[in-house]
Structures are given as structure tokens and as C-alpha cells.
């Protein structure tokens, strides 16, 4: 399967938010996304995208002030 685990870091750590995430989709000026698992499951998570590592199948946030 292609989808990957959304993670937010806080301190240097990596915290997991969702896991087998299929659509990642910005809203409001990119300072936000919505996320969707491969089993319908949705979260926004508030913050910008940091790094994707797509053979890891990770996808990580940062939080913006």
C-alpha cells in the first residue's frame, strides 16, 4: 500500500496523529490540512508540512505560532 503515518513533532519527537493517511489536503492558506486515512477517519491538523518521507511512508508536521 502507498498511504503513510502522519506525525506531529513537539520537542525533536516524533508524535503519531494518523495512521494509514491517504489524502492530505491543505485548507486555509496552507496553514492548516485535513487529513484522510485509507478508512475514512479525518483530523485538520494546524501547522505546515516539514518533511514527507515517502519510502518511510511518513508524512511530519510542524506547528506554526
Known amino acids: 500500500m ?4 502522519a506525525y506531529l513533532i513537539r ?3 516524533e508524535e ?3 495512521e494509514s493517511v491517504d ?5 486555509e492558506n496552507h496553514s492548516q490540512y485535513r487529513l484522510v486515512s485509507i478508512f475514512g ?3 485538520i491538523i494546524r501547522g505546515r508540512i516539514t518533511r514527507m518521507h515517502l ?6 508536521f510542524e506547528k506554526m505560532e
Open 55 to 60: 519510502v518511510d511512508h511518513k508524512i511530519l
Open 41 to 43: 477517519e479525518q483530523k
Open 11 to 13: 520537542d525533536g519527537q
Open 2 to 5: 502507498c498511504e503513510a503515518n
Open 23 to 27: 489524502l492530505v489536503e491543505p485548507e
Open 16 to 18: 503519531l496523529v494518523m
